[in-house]
């Protein structure tokens, strides 16, 4: 790629993203009559973001392809094809890992969770119609983006391979992590620690199938939670200053565990491929 096309890449997907979420949230705010002032995600809120990073994921696989000049699957997985059953398999190692992290937050960090009691009301449900519906193609848009588009196209700045990698792993973690307008620094280090975690997962597995899998189960099982939780209303999101803390390393022990899972099945399955 020629050095200049990276900085698209880099520039285009989140601007479109911001600009799509402010344009979608005015037009929740104008339905619901909610102001995004209160720190509460209300339905339409919710799906205004995840309408707005799906939009967004979609624009960067054909941009990627388009200025590489490759077929868009390759952004998916390569040298070999994407794998379906890959993808399932760890789906069910993330949603494990993710229960078992939200029950350590529950024991031992409940104070640091939006968890106000168990309630379903209209709005509950309509949290959890716009969660299923969408939530998995946000998160699987995010890693379109991040881990598909944006790391290769950092990475093509620079020639020794390894290097490479790193250098894309770690520019697209931080923008990631600024994608989230979390100004408490615990968890803004704990987004760029996602981002690392599955960038290394996609490497690894020359793919995005676990990083899209650990991406969906998280997001769309505490987001279930989250709304089950909220005593009927809409839940809480809080990326200001304090909301994160030492707890945050409960949910980093279990990403470790998924991480040391798509490690290990992979160097498997490399060893029965060359021995095979």
């Given at each position: ?214 991406h969906v189960a998280n997001n ?21 200053s304090g909301s994160g803390g ?31």
């Amino acid at each position: 790629m020629s050095r200049w096309k990276p900085i698209i890449v880099i520039a285009i997907p989140p601007i479109a993203m911001i600009a799509l979420q402010i344009a979608l949230f005015q037009v929740a705010g104008l339905i619901d009559g909610s102001s995004g002032q209160s720190g509460k995600v209300t339905p339409l809120q919710l799906l205004a973001v995840n309408l707005s990073m799906s939009l967004t994921g979609l624009l960067a696989v054909p941009l990627i392809a388009r200025l590489a000049n490759v077929p868009w699957r390759v952004v998916l997985s390569y040298p070999r094809k994407f794998d379906r059953r890959r993808l399932a398999v760890y789906l069910l190692w993330a949603l494990l890992f993710t229960v078992l992290g939200n029950a350590g937050l529950a024991t031992f960090a409940l104070d640091h969770t939006p968890w106000v009691g168990f309630g379903i009301t209209g709005t509950t449900i309509a949290l959890l119609v716009v969660i299923l519906l969408t939530t998995p193609f946000t998160a699987a848009a995010e890693e379109l983006m991040f881990r598909g588009a944006m790391m290769p196209a950092v990475a093509s700045w620079v020639r020794p391979e390894r290097l490479a990698l790193g250098s894309g792993a770690v520019v697209s973690s931080f923008v990631f992590a600024a994608s989230h307008f979390a100004s408490d620094p615990w968890l803004f280090g704990y987004h760029v620690f996602l981002g690392l975690a599955t960038a290394v997962m996609a490497i690894r597995s020359q793919g995005l199938e676990a990083p899209i899998a650990f991406h969906v189960a998280n997001n769309a099982f505490t987001a279930v939670l989250n709304a089950f939780l909220a005593d009927g209303g809409a839940f809480s999101v809080e990326r200001g200053s304090g909301s994160g803390g030492p707890h945050l390393f409960i949910p980093v022990v279990f990403v470790l565990a998924t991480l040391v899972v798509v490690w290990v099945r992979e160097g498997r399955a490399r060893t029965a491929s060359v021995n095979g």
